[in-house]
């Protein structure tokens, strides 16, 4: 993996330092923890679908597994260090050897939707029933609808007493965000990512040149899943109880919309896709006259029919457009020649 | 005796209702290739529609046969004009706006009717056989099914218009070149679905209570079941619908509800991970 390049890293951090420092002071920080966990979650669905461009409708599944590993893992161990590392490889083994089983079998597309929505659901009804005493992994009983409350939260390494809550928490939540963007910046630099792209444009020519196409796809589906799961870890941590309406499809669907209104193919704009509607929702969820779904229904009718690209790849058009003047003119030729190898 | 009678009317009622349940989807999704993920919505308002005009004093089958596909077939009507014939080709967008539209149709939903649980009763009594109670309702349902699935082979086969549609949705500009126009044929198959949606809506509302959101608990069956079914538009419906609803039931009755429901969804994600393009891609071609 190619490393960044410094001078990209440092002004990463910079802006981020600034916005950490600044945003507290307009919204207050259990608020804006839920939203940079959003945020971290509409990232990972923006890799795998925007870069990867394997739409999956089943990303709240990773979620609610890592929520969920992290409560059952707390609870047995009664310190968080360990869940919370756990609470990333459980959705990451678990979307591997999903993606296995969908890659390898050439699924693509709609297919791929509906797997991935199926297995969501399979998950929502299996926790939804499991409310029973005979369910129980290790001392963490799994509660059924009613989810599973009292886990040790978030506490610094090594002393279980001393809790991370409120501010401190957004500052982990933060930092956490910054060092998984830093880490699909890289990703994306490095050969693997530049070949997930490719896969992206164009996956039977990727596989002619000689990439292993299912593979690849399998492991980016993964990472994809992993830093879902440390979004549903820390929201464990911020919510203190987990419950199966992680894994509903509501949620899954929010998660598009996200990446639909933020901009596919970039990565600043699921995140505030993310980050912009959640707070939106928290807003009209302050007043009655308007249902919420109504109006999330509406945007993403409204992004897919006048703004299918989204806002952050509009925006940076416009900018292109006003700065250059002119836009640049596309290659018509060498386009018409590269669809003819195709076929 | 009397178990064996209760488990089949059982199973053939589970098939018959996953029939009923994604007919409408079938539609859209077969002969237009747009996946309706507001297709859960369109049952719910179906299943308003029914409710409402009962209230009204209309007698419950003109209500459930009539009215609800009427009044869904027009809203259908207008989601269509206003989005999704912007979107033909694409499928992935499609999705994503019809399954906005389902969420502003929960929205609306919820501002009209309130977040609250309605319901009307089943208008047939039920009868025992033996020791077992069996709802004489499931015999509509199953009987409604059948009709459905006659009418739909029927127009498709046997009318000018279903000759027309089915033409349109293979060769679009050959029949524009014979003077039909696509725009409008597109238009009449949403309308139908969406009407088929209404209906199924509204005849399985007596047994469920009717909440904004019950959609949701259809959506994802019908989708299975038609992309399990494949291109051909009616066997692969009753193929899906039969292999799904037979493994439902089995596992309701060996282990529980809640086990049919989860061996169903296993059951699609193997189905499809075997045949990926759907059952009647590899199985009875060419059939309707």
């Known amino acids: 993996m190619v490393i960044l390049p410094l001078k990209e890293a ?3 951090v910079l802006v981020a330092a600034v916005l950490i420092y600044t945003l507290p002071m307009m919204i207050s920080t259990y608020t804006l923890s839920i939203l940079l966990i959003y945020a971290m979650l509409g990232l990972s669905l923006g890799l795998i679908w925007g870069f990867g461009g394997i739409l999956c409708f089943g990303q709240a599944a990773f979620f609610g597994l890592g929520a969920y590993s992290y409560a059952i893992a ?5 310190e968080s260090t360990l869940p919370m590392v756990i609470a990333m490889l459980v959705p990451a083994l678990f979307a591997a050897v999903l993606g296995v089983f969908m890659f390898y079998g050439r699924l693509a597309d709609v297919y791929l939707g509906v797997i991935t929505l199926v297995v969501t659901l399979i998950l929502f009804k299996f ?13 963490a009983r799994l509660g059924g609808y009613n989810g599973i409350p009292g886990f040790q939260t978030l506490n610094v390494p090594g002393q279980p007493d001393n809790y991370i809550w409120g501010d401190p928490f957004y500052y982990v939540c933060a930092v956490a965000l910054v060092i998984v963007f830093l880490f699909v910046t890289a990703l994306l630099r490095s050969s693997f990512g530049r070949i997930a ?15 292993d196409v299912r593979a690849r796809k399998t492991v980016l589906f993964a990472i994809g899943a992993g830093i879902a799961g440390l979004a549903g870890a820390l929201f464990a941590n911020w919510a203190e109880i987990v419950t199966p ?9 929010e998660i598009i919309i996200w990446c639909i209104v933020g901009g596919l193919g970039t990565r600043v704009g699921p995140m505030l896709g993310a980050a912009g509607l959640a707070y939106l929702k928290f807003l009209l969820g302050q007043q009655s006259m308007i249902d919420n779904t109504l109006i999330t229904g509406l ?5 897919v029919l006048f703004l299918p690209k989204g806002v952050v790849p509009a925006v940076a058009d416009l900018w292109k457009l006003s700065v250059r003047r002119r836009p640049r003119r596309k290659r ?3 386009r018409i020649r590269a669809e003819r190898v195709d076929g | 005796m009397d178990y064996v009678a209760v488990i089949s009317v059982e199973v053939v009622y589970a098939v018959a209702s996953l029939v009923l349940i994604s007919a409408g989807l079938a539609i859209v999704f077969g002969m237009m290739k747009v996946i309706n993920l507001a297709h859960g919505e369109f049952m719910m308002m179906g299943g308003y529609a029914t409710i409402t005009a009962v209230n009204y004093g209309v007698n419950i089958f003109v209500a459930m046969l009539i009215v609800a596909p009427l009044v869904v077939g027009l809203i259908g009507l207008v989601v269509e004009r206003l989005v999704i014939r912007h979107l033909y080709g694409r499928l992935v967008d499609t999705m994503l706006a019809t399954w906005g539209l389902s969420l502003l149709f929960i929205g609306l939903a919820t501002m009209i009717f309130g977040n609250t649980t309605t319901g009307i009763s089943t208008p047939i009594p039920g009868f025992t056989v033996g020791g077992y109670q069996i709802n004489g309702y499931n015999f509509f349902i199953i009987l409604v099914s059948i009709v459905l699935l006659v009418a739909m082979y029927a127009v498709l086969k046997g009318t000018r218009f279903g ?3 089915r033409g349109a949705m293979q060769n679009p500009e050959m029949a524009a070149a014979l003077g039909y126009s696509p725009d409008k044929i597109y238009m009449a198959t949403f309308f139908a679905g969406s009407a088929l949606s209404g209906l199924a809506g509204a005849v399985l509302a007596p047994l469920v209570g009717l909440v904004p959101t019950s959609g949701g608990a259809y959506i994802a069956k019908a989708f299975i079941t038609v992309i399990a079914g494949g291109p051909s538009l009616i066997a692969g419906l009753m193929s899906s619908a039969g292999l799904f609803g037979l493994v439902n039931q089995i596992f309701t009755f060996a282990v529980s509800p809640v086990m049919g429901e989860v061996a169903l969804l296993i059951a699609a994600v193997i189905l499809l991970r075997l045949l990926p393009q759907g059952v009647t891609a590899r199985f009875l071609k060419g059939k309707m």
């Open chain 1, 197 to 211: 792209v490719g896969i992206r444009e164009n996956e039977q020519r990727m596989s002619l040149m000689g990439y």
């Open chain 1, 332 to 334: 018509p030729n060498r």
């Open chain 1, 74 to 78: 707390a609870i047995n161990i009664g």
């Open chain 1, 10 to 12: 440092v002004t990463t």
């Open chain 2, 163 to 165: 000759l027309v549609a």
């Open chain 1, 245 to 253: 309406g992680l894994y509903s499809l509501g949620q899954s669907a």
């Open chain 1, 299 to 303: 945007i993403l009718v409204l992004f």
């Open chain 1, 127 to 139: 926790i939804n029933s499991t409310a029973g005493p005979s369910y129980v992994i290790g001392k």
